[in-house]
């Protein structure tokens, strides 16, 4: 009764938030799908027809985007920017947010600006706050469980804030 909300990304969908997240939209009453694909860059998202599929096969409330660890080291982000924007643009005005990838000691921050940037009309949730006091797996990179239950709580708490339920029961303040 409450929409449905789609998850998608790299293997950071499924470093805590998924899992944490799903019991949370649950208790709304809302159905929460999520796909996370390993070793996923942001070109594979913005050439595939996947996102056309989730678009109109679920037809969700919100869209929940969490992508770009595999990208943070491509050298120069302002080539990325027509990918993000084909990715924004393939969510046709669904109300979303980019889940920036909460960054490990030493990554590149280049990308994580530009999806800032460039991720609109969609939302930006800045995990960096979480992400600096976050406890990893043994990579260094992806939140263990403690850690993704931590990051869980941050987006959802941050979700609960910017709803704005007159546009829809997920739909979002500007």
Known sequence: ??????????????????QNLAPKFASHQTRYFFFGRRMSV?????????LD?????????????????????????????????????KMRGTPCVWISIPLWQG???????????ECGPCRYFDSSEVGARMSRQKDG???????GAAWAEAVWSWLQEERDPTQGYWGLKP
């Open 141 to 147: 990179r992806h939140p263990d469980a403690k850690g």
């Open 53 to 89: 599929e989730l678009y109109f096969g679920f037809r969700p409330s919100l869209f929940l985007v969490t992508l770009g660890a595999n990208d943070l080291s491509f050298p120069n982000a302002e080539q990325r920017v027509a990918l993000v924007r084909k990715i924004v643009g």
């Open 42 to 50: 942001l070109a594979n998202w913005a050439s595939s027809s996947e």
């Open 1 to 18: 009764p409450n929409g449905l909300v789609v998850h998608f990304g790299d293997s950071f969908v499924d470093a805590g938030l998924r």
């Open 107 to 117: 990554a590149p921050t280049a990308m994580a600006e530009m999806f800032r940037r």
